[in-house]
């Protein structure tokens, strides 16, 4: 992305420049230097910096309560440019929210300070270790749990695993920080932190805690026990669409909001959290800010999972082969928003009843939130890491329909377009590009078993046994055949 943009009239954004910005952008009301930051992030994307950033600079422009700051971390070399950026503005940036109705933009600065840690590994410890560090949170993808989704396991032999387990002082990956920072908290007696996983990911907390035990097990079995005692895991559903930021975005906030922000966010003005009231070391009062507290996350994860991600996969994959880029263009073609509707309708009685909630109405606003124009969704981010998302979004559905004797028609129509995504053309004969961990093997078996989708559906480590079901393999094997025949739009509409 272009990050060079024609300050004429634009305010460089730092502390320094708040008070000279437009009337109309909110700006912090707090001091930011009386701040501590009782919580540390690891994954500063425009997801965190769109949603759970954006509770805690509410929580800070209205409460006194200053023991809430965010201190972000980032652990990929991907995360160097989120350093530069925010290092060259005071951790502050601009949230811009967009919808038909127009653009409001406001900087945002519950983030005081961020860490990159291939710059200074043992600081992250230090600060992760730091008796003021209370709720770790997390948004690392779903790929970035290293787990074996067949089976439920700890991807025990990932090379970042074998790495953290012999240079335990030196960690490069999220498990390796966070049980060297345990291990030090547990040395020092002071209390554990919770760690609350913002990912999406059907009992985020549970897997969170299943995945770093057996991590600190294998490393030090009674450190391992320590932390399955005291750490709190809640689980949490997080919603609120956030497009990756491009440079488009940028020009925008500098022509439209008079800002030079190097790393703008962009989302739309929707936004969600349920929370699990589990917290080891105390916590914000979140309910303050519009997070819904709860003892029991699981059926708000599944409405919104099953639904909502699970949509986006159908769209990702039928409007890349149809040829279309963004989401709301998709959601125009009448016949993918008719697919998107079956689909949902298929998932519905997978689901729990919610009191208060009216599925019929989630799920129109949720076409509704498709269809927003305004912000500019990309079908790749959608499509990304799909061999980690397809098991958590669709294939719990796909097993609930299937035991349920319901329809699994549209499920198995979003696996079949997913196959023939892999083989790397559009309709159109146009290259896709296939960004997975798992690439190679999808690929190369997506390319070379024609119309014959048994060679995908029997890598058990994402699809588990579901290739026995001989209903289920014919029906994605029909799909296939008329996705590789008449393409997504003539399958559609046969
Ligand atoms: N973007 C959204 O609309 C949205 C909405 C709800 C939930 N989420 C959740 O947030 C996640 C991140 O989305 P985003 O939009 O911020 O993406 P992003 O690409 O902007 O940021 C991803 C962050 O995750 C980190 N990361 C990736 N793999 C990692 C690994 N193996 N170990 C440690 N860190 C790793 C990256 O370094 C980066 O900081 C999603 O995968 C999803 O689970 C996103
Ligand atoms: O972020 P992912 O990769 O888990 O999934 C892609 C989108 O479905 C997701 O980011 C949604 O936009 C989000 O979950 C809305 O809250």
Same mark, same amino acid.
């Given at each position: 992305?272009?990050?060079?943009?024609?300050?004429?009239?634009?305010?460089?954004?730092?502390?320094?420049?708040?008070?000279?910005?437009?009337?109309?952008?909110?700006?912090?009301?707090?001091?930011?230097?009386?701040?501590?930051?009782?919580?540390?992030?690891?994954?500063?994307?425009?997801?965190?910096?769109?949603?759970?950033?954006?509770?805690?600079?509410?929580?800070?422009?209205?409460?006194?309560?200053?023991?809430? *700051?965010?201190? %972000?971390?980032?652990?990929?070399?991907? $995360?160097? =440019?989120?350093?530069?950026? #925010?290092?060259?503005?005071?951790? @502050?940036?601009?949230?811009?929210?967009?919808?038909?109705?127009?653009?409001?933009?406001?900087?945002?600065?519950?983030?005081?300070?961020?860490?990159?840690?291939?710059?200074?590994?043992?600081?992250?410890?230090?600060?992760?270790?730091?008796?003021?560090?209370?709720?770790?949170?997390?948004?690392?993808?779903?790929?970035?749990?290293?787990?074996?989704?067949?089976?439920?396991?700890?991807?025990?032999?990932?090379?970042?695993?074998?790495?953290?387990?012999?240079?335990?002082?030196?960690?490069? *990956?999220?498990? %390796?920080?966070?049980?060297?920072?345990? $291990?030090? =908290?547990?040395?020092?007696? #002071?209390?554990?932190?919770?760690? @609350?996983?913002?990912?999406?990911?059907?009992?985020?907390?549970?897997?969170?805690?299943?995945?770093?035990?057996?991590?600190?097990?294998?490393?030090?079995?009674?450190?391992?026990?320590?932390?399955?005692?005291?750490?709190?895991?809640?689980?949490?559903?997080?919603?609120?669409?956030?497009?990756?930021?491009?440079?488009?975005?940028?020009?925008?906030?500098?022509?439209?909001?008079?800002?030079?922000?190097?790393?703008?966010?962009?989302?739309?003005?929707?936004?969600?959290?349920?929370?699990?009231?589990?917290?080891?070391?105390?916590?914000?009062?979140?309910?303050?800010?519009?997070?819904?507290?709860?003892?029991?996350?699981?059926?708000?994860?599944?409405?919104?999972?099953?639904?909502?991600?699970?949509?986006?996969?159908?769209?990702?994959?039928?409007?890349?082969?149809?040829?279309?880029?963004?989401?709301?263009?998709?959601?125009?073609?009448?016949?993918?928003?008719?697919?998107?509707?079956?689909?949902?309708?298929?998932?519905?009685?997978?689901?729990?009843?919610?009191?208060?909630?009216?599925?019929?109405?989630?799920?129109?606003?949720?076409?509704?939130?498709?269809?927003?124009?305004?912000?500019?969704?990309?079908?790749?981010?959608?499509?990304?890491?799909?061999?980690?998302?397809?098991?958590?979004?669709?294939?719990?559905?796909?097993?609930?329909?299937?035991?349920?004797?319901?329809?699994?028609?549209?499920?198995?129509?979003?696996?079949?377009?997913?196959?023939?995504?892999?083989?790397?053309?559009?309709?159109?004969?146009?290259?896709?590009?296939?960004?997975?961990?798992?690439?190679?093997?999808?690929?190369?078996?997506?390319?070379?078993?024609?119309?014959?989708?048994?060679?995908?559906?029997?890598?058990?480590?994402?699809?588990?046994?579901?290739?026995?079901?001989?209903?289920?393999?014919?029906?994605?094997?029909?799909?296939?055949?008329?996705?590789?025949?008449?393409?997504?739009?003539?399958?559609?509409?046969?």
């Amino acid at each position: 992305m272009n990050s060079n943009i024609s300050t004429g009239s634009t305010i460089k954004l730092n502390e320094a420049s708040l008070s000279r910005l437009p009337n109309n952008i909110r700006v912090p009301n707090y001091d930011r230097h009386q701040i501590i930051n009782g919580i540390v992030h690891i994954g500063v994307g425009g997801f965190h910096r769109a949603h759970q950033a954006l509770y805690l600079d509410n929580y800070l422009q209205q409460s006194r309560d200053r023991e809430w *700051g965010i201190c %972000g971390v980032g652990l990929l070399e991907f $995360d160097r =440019r989120m350093r530069d950026a #925010l290092h060259s503005q005071d951790c @502050l940036y601009t949230l811009v929210e967009r919808s038909t109705e127009g653009d409001s933009a406001r900087v945002i600065g519950s983030i005081t300070r961020y860490l990159f840690a291939p710059d200074n590994r043992a600081c992250v410890i230090d600060v992760l270790a730091d008796p003021h560090c209370r709720i770790v949170t997390l948004t690392i993808t779903e790929a970035g749990y290293y787990y074996i989704e067949g089976s439920g396991e700890f991807d025990a032999n990932h090379p970042t695993i074998q790495h953290d387990l012999q240079h335990p002082h030196e960690p490069i *990956g999220v498990y %390796g920080f966070l049980t060297a920072a345990l $291990d030090k =908290r547990r040395q020092q007696g #002071l209390q554990p932190f919770t760690v @609350l996983s913002c990912d999406n990911l059907q009992g985020n907390g549970n897997i969170a805690r299943k995945m770093l035990t057996a991590f600190a097990q294998m490393q030090n079995p009674e450190l391992g026990k320590w932390m399955s005692d005291r750490v709190t895991f809640p689980n949490c559903m997080v919603d609120r669409i956030t497009p990756a930021t491009t440079a488009a975005d940028l020009k925008m906030v500098a022509e439209q909001f008079q800002i030079d922000d190097a790393f703008p966010v962009v989302a739309e003005p929707f936004l969600q959290w349920v929370v699990e009231d589990n917290f080891c070391a105390g916590r914000p009062d979140l309910e303050s800010v519009g997070v819904q507290m709860t003892d029991d996350v699981h059926p708000y994860e599944m409405m919104k999972i099953r639904l909502l991600n699970a949509s986006h996969l159908l769209i990702g994959y039928l409007g890349t082969l149809a040829g279309y880029t963004y989401v709301h263009e998709v959601m125009a073609d009448p016949a993918i928003r008719q697919a998107v509707d079956r689909l949902m309708a298929e998932v519905t009685p997978t689901l729990q009843p919610l009191p208060g909630i009216d599925l019929d109405d989630y799920k129109q606003t949720l076409i509704q939130r498709f269809a927003n124009p305004k912000i500019q969704d990309r079908l790749p981010r959608l499509c990304l890491n799909s061999a980690a998302k397809m098991p958590k979004f669709i294939l719990g559905s796909l097993r609930d329909a299937l035991r349920q004797d319901g329809a699994i028609d549209y499920l198995s129509l979003t696996i079949a377009a997913w196959f023939r995504y892999l083989k790397g053309q559009d309709d159109r004969g146009n290259p896709i590009e296939i960004d997975d961990p798992m690439a190679d093997i999808l690929t190369q078996r997506a390319r070379s078993s024609g119309s014959d989708p048994r060679p995908l559906l029997s890598l058990a480590e994402i699809f588990g046994d579901l290739s026995r079901s001989s209903r289920f393999v014919e029906t994605v094997s029909k799909h296939l055949h008329n996705l590789d025949e008449f393409g997504a739009k003539g399958t559609l509409a046969r």
